[in-house]
């Protein structure tokens, strides 16, 4: 019994940093939280940016440069913090930042409605087409009908070149969890949570187009890790950009290639397919156990429990948590072993870069709005 009162207690000193903080969503204009920086992201205002540290796993309070920043050309940067104690360690008076917290705590709708347009200001980045629209609302509109458009750029009709003015760029970033760190270590399990990851639905079920020890050589756009070749056929689909894909079991590395003119492949131990586009999405691999597999890394937190099936589903039920790993009684390090380590990465959209320019207008989907 002391035992396990001694686990209980130390469980609770854990999840207090993170879940048993009071919901905070006060914002404090012109003050600062400096340092105990994580990462910092681009944002477009301070809304976005404490939506940023919501959904980053270890984030609990922030700093947002505002656009009438002096001090140097940082402009929009969306510093994501934290403390062991969850509270800042100062905090200054500064002209031009807006700081905050985390709104882990409040429960938040896991997709936000992001309706603010934001005039003279430019999401660079991310872009997979462009088109002539008569002005930034119908820019938005074809934005919203696009599954792939996260956001967009619209150039106005007095803008300095006037080669393009009324365009609209359509751009991409992701909104599915991504693992950042896959490997093989003995000992573990790890897998997603069973939350449906689907963005559309369709009446029509997709069909294979596997191509197996087949390895199509360049065109890379993006390489990323992935647990499965059907987990990466969901990233290749994901991806506007992406015409195939080749997949390397050994290293678990995606490989998203373009190339629209042709295919050419060679013998090799990958595994090679195309996307699939208007079909519904076999979402298998999003329910397998990966035995001997660690998604390293993004940590919200982890909890003592006794097999990687309770692990899977506490990460079910956990809003926040996308993908977890489970350590079992075989794991070299006694003093790791029953944990769940409940994980998440942001998938809110975001643009790359945020910068000033005079007469464009950006904005996001509005997929999630009502």
């Not at 069973?194 to 390489?223: A, M, Y």
């Not at 298998?284 to 006794?306: K, T």
């Not at 977890?324 to 809110?348: A, G, H, N």
Request: glycine share 4%; hydrophobic share 30%; with cysteine.
């Amino acid at each position: 019994k002391m035992i396990t009162h001694l686990i209980f207690v130390g469980l609770l000193s854990l999840l207090s940093s993170s879940l048993c903080q009071a919901c905070n969503p006060n914002i404090l204009l012109n003050m600062d939280f400096p340092g105990n920086d994580i990462t910092f992201l681009y944002s477009p205002d301070v809304n976005h940016c404490q939506l940023l540290c919501t959904q980053h796993p270890s984030c609990l309070f922030f700093s947002f440069i505002r656009a009438d920043w002096t001090h140097d050309d940082r402009h929009f940067y969306c510093y994501l913090k934290s403390t062991p104690s969850g509270e800042p360690s100062a905090q200054t008076p500064v002209q031009g930042v807006t700081s905050g917290f985390s709104l882990k705590s409040c429960s938040p709708g896991p997709q936000p409605c992001l309706s603010e347009l934001y005039q003279n200001m430019d999401f660079i980045g991310g872009d997979y087409r462009s088109l002539f629209t008569g002005d930034h609302k119908e820019c938005q509109r074809v934005c919203t009908q696009d599954p792939a458009c996260q956001f967009f750029t619209f150039v106005k009709q007095n803008f300095s070149n006037s080669k393009v003015r009324y365009k609209c760029y359509l751009k991409f970033s992701w909104t599915v969890p991504r693992t950042p760190v896959i490997e093989r270590k003995a000992g573990v399990t790890s897998g997603f949570s069973q939350k449906t990851n689907q963005t559309q639905h369709f009446d029509k079920v997709c069909q294979r187009k596997l191509f197996p020890n087949t390895d199509i050589p360049g065109s890379d756009i993006e390489s990323l890790p992935a647990a499965s070749p059907e987990h990466c056929q969901t990233l290749c689909s994901t991806h506007p950009r992406c015409t195939y894909f080749t997949y390397n079991r050994n290293t678990f590395v995606c490989y998203l290639k373009e190339n629209t003119h042709e295919i050419v492949t060679r013998a090799d131990t990958g595994t090679s397919r195309l996307p699939h586009r208007s079909c519904q999405l076999d979402d298998n691999w999003a329910r397998v156990a990966y035995e001997g597999v660690d998604f390293s890394g993004s940590d919200i937190r982890y909890e003592l429990m006794d097999d990687a099936d309770t692990c899977q589903k506490t990460c079910t039920e956990d809003p926040h948590c996308q993908f977890y790993t489970y350590v079992d009684e075989t794991f070299f390090d006694r003093s790791y072993r029953r944990r769940c380590y409940l994980k998440c990465v942001i998938t809110i959209p975001a643009p790359p870069k945020v910068i000033k320019v005079t007469n464009v207008v950006s904005g996001f989907s509005l997929k999630n709005c009502p």
